[in-house]
């Protein structure tokens, strides 16, 4: 069993109150910066920590503080991006409806190191239940004094507050967020500025995402050079898991980094292996805006090395035999799966998704559905399948916001490694468009 | 009857505007304009599950903003509802882990059991049905949302017939945001 720094009582009775939490040791990391660290020290333990952001893109959490300006006599924002809306994550959801304290409590600290005096959890719309435990939660950190004037004596104050989203995918884009946060559409800002210049009401503001934050604690309690021991090279600490599609054992799991991906798909304890006794044919392991990879190089590297669930083991080989860690969305598939209508339902996501601020998405990302629709309804045509290849290619690069890509790189991806699903939609469009029906090396078709 | 006299113009309850009061607070006093996607969450709950042109107008007067500024914002967000809505909107997730595991499946039940395609109400004005992207509640697919309650694993014809006698039988009342049905929120 990893050792579990996030989630180790999340099972406990009553956690979800102020008392419980507390005497299962919360509220320790705030008593111990507010009393006993400077602001600046506090920014050095989450460097020491090697803590990378856990909302997709893994930037350095500490050397993203360290970028925050500040100038005299303007105030500074820490926002909490809990908008998770990233297909086949749902890790963030898990961690606020079961510990909330536990993300107040990061928020605390985390402010108090940033040098803000108001703070916002920004959570998607749709998650109204857990913006209310949320809140809950709050009242009783604000009646126990950790929120609000003086907290514990120390002359620090903080005010915290949630705010709905109202579904939009793109608002979990970090300048979209905070366009949303204002009150606006959530079209993605050009940057630079960049929001630790200026972010939320054109202030210096810092964006996290809800298990970064959370990540604090721990980091603060026990020490970043002690959360750096565990994991493997850059890929430090604990990290979660949200594991679905056909595994015999869905959930969320919090492993330590460095697990092997094929442990963490067979072993009974984390997903207990594919459903039905079926085999894997392929797997997408950071929420979709990765690429797919085919079972061999899931498990293993190009190179034969078992792949790990660290940053750099699932990017090992770059983009063409290689994915990325992403958020934690591992969606697995067994072999009965269809990649085209897969690839086709994750493009009808971001088309429908896209803000339609740049043209090469708006455009691009409805040419992908409309030709990944017609390949698998059985309208297709061979050169299509080098279409979207080309369409990818234009759009990354060319947009405001990670949001192109994210669209591209997937379908480029599964051309790349299953083409030959694709051709045969051409090639038997009959068969291929039986509901049901997926392509399999083993027999012609199967249904 | 025909009624002559011209639509009442809405207004917020004494809650909902001790509610709105409240959430001004949140943020700084010239910056109003951020309670905008909070207030038109409490005026969808307030004024029968959707926001009509004069409710939003009164969100924009309420927050001393341009109806254009409410608009906009309205017709961005998909959780805001332009049309009148059946009493119960089921919200089901059609993104990929939900297919992977029956979303398709799932959607043609449901119409063929209230009577309803996607994007209407069924005849009894029970039920809208809506598509939705990923809830983030993957692990539990296939999934429908409801308020703030989460139906999850409805992968049997069982699970879909429990859902929808939960929901015929739930007493009928306007409900605020913050007002919570008391069924259980999700498995996870
Ligand atoms: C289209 C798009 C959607 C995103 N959605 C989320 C999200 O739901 N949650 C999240 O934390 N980060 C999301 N991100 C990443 C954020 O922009 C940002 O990098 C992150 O919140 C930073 O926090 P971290 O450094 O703690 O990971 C998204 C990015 C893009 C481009
Ligand atoms: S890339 Fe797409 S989502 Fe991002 S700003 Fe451009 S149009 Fe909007
Ligand atoms: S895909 Fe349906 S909840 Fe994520």
């Known amino acids: 069993m990893g050792r579990k720094l996030l989630t180790e009582h999340i099972n406990v009775p009553g956690i979800d109150t102020f008392e419980v939490y507390r005497k299962h040791g919360g509220y320790r990391s705030v008593e111990k910066a507010l009393k006993t660290m400077t602001p600046d020290e506090v920014v050095e333990e989450v460097k020491k920590s090697g803590l990378r952001g856990r909302g997709g893109a893994g930037f350095p959490t500490g050397m993203k503080w360290s970028f925050l300006a500040k100038p005299v006599g303007v105030p500074r924002y820490l926002v909490c991006n809990a908008d998770e809306s990233e297909p086949g994550t749902f890790k963030d959801r898990h961690l606020m409806s079961r510990l909330p304290h536990l993300l107040i409590e990061g928020m605390i600290t985390s402010s108090y190191a940033l040098g803000a005096n108001t703070s916002y959890i920004y959570i998607r719309g749709e998650l109204l239940y857990v913006l209310r435990i949320l809140e809950k939660a709050i009242a009783e950190a604000y009646a126990n004094g950790f929120l609000g004037k003086n907290i514990l004596g120390s002359g620090y104050d903080l005010d915290l507050h949630v705010h709905p989203g109202g579904g939009a995918y793109i608002c979990g884009e970090e300048t979209a967020l905070l366009e949303s946060l204002e009150g606006k559409r959530g079209n993605p800002r050009n940057k630079p500025p960049f929001p630790a210049v200026q972010g939320l009401y054109a202030r210096p503001t810092v964006v996290n995402n809800v298990e970064s934050i959370s990540a604090v604690v721990p980091i603060i309690n026990d020490g970043g050079e002690e959360y750096a021991k565990l994991g493997v090279g850059k890929s430090t600490g604990t990290k979660l898991i949200s594991a679905c599609g056909h595994l015999n054992k869905p959930g969320i799991y919090e492993i330590e980094l460095g697990v092997p991906v094929e442990e963490f798909i067979y072993s009974d304890e984390y997903c207990g292996g594919i459903w039905k006794g079926r085999d894997l044919k392929a797997v997408v392991a950071g929420g979709s805006s990765v690429p797919i990879l085919p079972k061999e190089l899931i498990l293993k590297t190009a190179a034969g090395e078992n792949r790990l669930m660290t940053y750099e083991s699932l990017s090992d080989g770059g983009f063409v035999t290689g994915t990325m860690l992403g958020s934690g969305g591992f969606i697995a598939m067994d072999e009965t799966t269809c990649i085209v209508r897969n690839t086709w339902s994750f493009s009808r996501f971001y088309h429908h998704e896209s803000c339609g601020q740049c043209s090469p998405c708006r455009e691009g990302t409805g040419w992908l559905e409309k030709v990944l629709h017609r390949l698998e309804h059985g309208h297709g045509h061979m050169h299509d399948i080098d279409l979207l290849v080309s369409v990818a290619k234009q759009i990354e690069g060319n947009t405001i916001c990670p949001l192109g890509e994210a669209a591209a790189w997937p379908v480029a991806a599964a051309v790349r490694h299953f083409r030959h699903e694709f051709e045969w939609h051409v090639t038997n469009p009959a068969e291929a468009t039986r509901p049901g029906a997926y392509y399999s090396s083993k027999a012609a078709v199967g249904v | ?188």
């Open chain 2, 1 to 188: 009857m025909e009624s002559t006299t011209a639509p009442v113009k809405p207004q917020f309850s004494p809650a909902a505007q001790a509610e709105i009061a409240r959430l001004f607070e949140h943020y700084p006093a010239e910056r109003r304009k951020s309670a905008l996607l909070p207030i038109l969450h409490i005026a969808q709950a307030e004024f029968g599950g959707w926001v009509s042109p004069e409710v939003q107008d009164l969100v924009a007067e309420t927050i001393g903003i341009l109806p254009i500024e409410v608009y906009e914002v309205s017709s961005f967000y998909t959780m805001f509802n332009l049309k009148p809505v059946g009493q119960h909107v089921l919200e089901i997730c059609r993104t990929g882990p939900c297919m992977l595991r029956g979303s398709d499946e799932l959607t043609a039940q449901l119409e063929r059991l209230t009577g309803a395609k996607v994007g209407e109400t069924s005849p009894d004005g029970l039920f809208t049905l809506k598509e939705v992207e990923c809830l983030a509640a993957c692990g539990t697919a296939p999934i429908v949302q409801v308020r703030e309650k989460y139906y999850e694993q409805l992968d049997t014809p069982e699970a879909v017939d429990a859902m929808l006698a939960e929901l015929r039988n739930l007493v009928h009342r306007p409900l605020l945001p913050w007002e919570q049905t008391g069924l259980a929120h999700s498995q996870q």
